[in-house]
């Protein structure tokens, strides 16, 4: 029996462009996962993956992505969603849209997909399968990629939900429980980053009144991402898990809105990517 090998995509907003670098190498290279487990943008990511739409996600971070429409100031003061993800989830995405994603080809597809989002309210990880994704209304994606503070909860079947960082950043644990033999871990940032609490503080002050457990779940984000990282190594020196990290960012953060870099990151992806080819083999 073969082995089951998933990927992890733990997001990073706009950083999120490295990861669509790697994931568009496995598809055009025929590198295809059993599972995958997509946070934040990364569920966006492995979407278009799933539904095996190369180059889909560089046009939404490189192009689309630099639209007013897309984030900005003027969203937030109309919607207080500096990121309008109706815009990104909806309007570009649906079938109607300038680039929709390929439901039929998503859903008959027979890998396992499970997009991680944050109960609001409880601030615990909820992982949506793929057959809960309705035509047309990906929501999923949406709510899992809600920035505290930056965007309002998302609601999903009648719960608010957050970005799903907030309850697990880095889930390589769930797809070992799943099943996976093997995991691909794909981060945003250098795999030596530590992360700290420092930005984290200042969006849970905002929506502590509202949802003190999701404010909490953020304050616990940086430790919660340390110990995923530092769990991933230890898979890593088994031989059960590789990690795929850029040296660097190449400038590009969070909502950075810069083209060049972004290419130039995607770039570094694609590249970093040869190594799966013998870890998948192997």
Excluded at 28 to 35: A, R, S
Excluded at 109 to 121: G, Q, R
Excluded at 139 to 157: E, K, N, Q, R
Excluded at 197 to 216: N, S, V
Aim: aromatic share 12%; charged share 20%.
């Amino acid at each position: 029996m073969n082995p089951k090998i998933g990927v992890v995509d733990v997001g990073g907003g706009y950083r999120g462009v490295y990861a669509a670098g790697v994931l568009d190498y496995c598809m055009h290279t025929g590198i295809w996962f059993d599972l995958g487990i997509g946070v934040s943008a990364g569920s966006a990511n492995i979407a278009s993956y799933c539904a095996r739409q190369p180059m889909r996600n560089r046009t939404f971070y490189t192009e689309y992505g630099l639209r007013k429409e897309y984030a900005g100031m003027r969203n937030y003061l109309r919607d207080r969603s500096y990121i309008n993800l109706q815009y990104i989830y909806g309007t570009l995405t649906n079938s109607d849209g300038e680039y929709p994603i390929d439901y039929d080809t998503l859903m008959e597809n027979s890998m396992e997909f499970l997009t991680v989002v944050t109960d609001a309210l409880t601030g615990k990880p909820r992982y949506i399968p793929k057959s809960e994704l309705i035509y047309d209304s990906y929501t999923p994606f949406m709510a899992s990629s809600a920035i505290p503070g930056i965007c309002p909860p998302v609601m999903l079947d009648g719960t608010p939900c957050y970005d799903g960082a907030l309850g697990d950043p880095v889930p390589v644990e769930k797809a070992f429980q799943l099943g996976c033999d093997k995991v691909v871990l794909i981060l945003t940032l250098p795999e030596n980053t530590v992360r700290t609490t420092d930005k984290d503080k200042k969006l849970a002050r905002r929506i502590r009144k509202e949802f003190p457990e999701a404010a909490q779940a953020l304050m616990n984000r940086a430790n919660k991402y340390n110990y995923g990282v530092t769990l991933a190594r230890q898979y890593a020196a088994e031989g059960r898990l590789l990690i795929i990290a850029p040296d660097d960012t190449c400038g590009v953060h969070t909502l950075c809105r810069d083209s060049y870099k972004m290419k130039l990151l995607y770039g570094k992806g694609y590249t970093d990517a040869e190594k799966i080819t013998p870890f998948f083999l192997g």
